[in-house]
């Protein structure tokens, strides 16, 4: 089942007995079980029906004695464990999923790793039990998960701002709906976009001075904005951290090579193929224009050089290596 799947069949109150949730993604399975300890049960009726447990104080004996209990006065008692990665061993586990009990709703929070799915247990889990993967969400597919993500609230992103906020926090899925939260709060009345003014103002990031202005600097030869940004970059290294250009660098142009071995470069079919929202497409194609493909691959070999120089092999400083590689790149 997949994430909305889940949290559909929650609204719907149409609850499982086991829900066993694994994976890189933390998110999701915090999000999974954190509907079902706000949801299933009345607030009258947690004291004596829901227990919250964790792997490295407990074991799957006790989570099993616990789980054939009956509820009191309520039609479920919930149980969840959190942190299971912790748990010494999940022997035994499958003789609870063969006979679960109906009125109990058993999820495990295996954070950060998945099953061996060979084994006897993930099979069963498989069988008799809602077993989701979190998986990570690719950082080229995260500006497409916040329009996605907000949307189902009713509320809008621009894609500028969406890349801003990727390009900041990366694929913390987290940290993104955490922020996101904190925009809608001061969002005007009336409103329900938000803009790149709007995340500047209120998180910090900013919108003149980012990697994703620096690739636009790049990418229509504007030498004098590229040096603000890197002197930008390079006052305020804390903020700026040039193994963080580099990488969004090296994404950046890893997409313009791809573009050129594209047959097909309708504007659809662009989209689709770099996993970039349409309003980009044009973008890529200047860029495509401005970089021929020697180029692109030069400057791919040279951000491999320059990401070696900034971990151990060069005494220059970090800014010093950008301004040398931006100066490369754009003569």
């Known amino acids: ?8 069949d929650l609204k719907a109150r149409k609850f499982k007995p086991v829900y066993f949730l694994t994976g890189e993604e933390p998110y999701f399975i915090d999000s999974i079980t954190g509907y079902l300890s706000e949801h299933v049960l009345a607030e009258a009726e947690r004291a004596f029906n829901q227990l919250i447990l964790y792997g490295r104080d407990t074991d799957i004996s006790n989570i099993i004695t616990s789980a054939r209990r009956f509820p009191m006065m309520a039609s479920h008692q919930l149980i969840i ?10 022997e035994g586990l499958e003789h609870y999923l063969a006979a679960p009990l109906s009125t109990t709703i058993l999820a495990f929070a295996y954070k950060y790793k998945k099953i061996d799915k060979r084994t006897k247990l993930a099979k069963m889990l498989a069988e008799k039990s809602v077993l989701f993967e979190s998986d990570k969400v690719r950082e080229d597919k995260v500006p ?40 809608i709060l001061v969002l005007p009345a009336g409103t329900r976009q938000i803009t790149a003014g709007m995340i500047e103002k209120n998180i910090g990031i900013s919108k003149d001075f980012n990697n994703f202005e620096l690739n636009r600097a790049l990418v229509t030869r504007d030498i004098v904005k590229a040096n603000r940004i890197i002197r930008y970059f390079s006052s305020n290294p804390r903020n700026n951290p040039f193994i963080l250009t580099v990488s969004s660098l090296f994404f950046y142009f890893g997409k313009i090579l791809l573009f050129h071995g594209l047959t097909d470069k309708s504007r659809e079919n662009v989209a689709r193929e770099l996993g970039i929202n349409p309003y ?28 070696l120089k900034a971990k151990g092999s060069s005494a220059a400083s970090e800014g010093d290596l950008l301004r040398e590689l931006i100066y490369r790149i754009l003569h």
Do not use: C
């Not at 089942?1 to 559909?8: C, K, L, Q, R």
């Not at 464990?81 to 999940?90: G, Y």
């Not at 969406?162 to 996101?180: C, M, P, Q, R, Y």
């Not at 973008?283 to 180029?295: I, L, S, V």
């Open 81 to 90: 464990v959190r942190e299971a990665q912790n748990l010494k061993s999940l």
């Open 144 to 183: 497409s998960w916040i329009s996605s993500h907000l949307a189902s609230d009713n509320y809008q992103i621009e894609p500028k701002a969406a890349s801003l906020l990727t390009d900041f926090l990366g694929n913390d899925l987290g940290k993104i709906v955490h922020e996101l939260e904190k925009l």
């Open 1 to 8: 089942m997949t994430f909305e799947n889940i949290i559909a």
């Open 280 to 307: 980009f497409v044009a973008e890529y194609q200047q860029a495509a224009r401005t970089f021929p493909m020697a180029k692109t691959q030069q400057i791919i070999s040279w951000l491999r050089e320059y990401d």
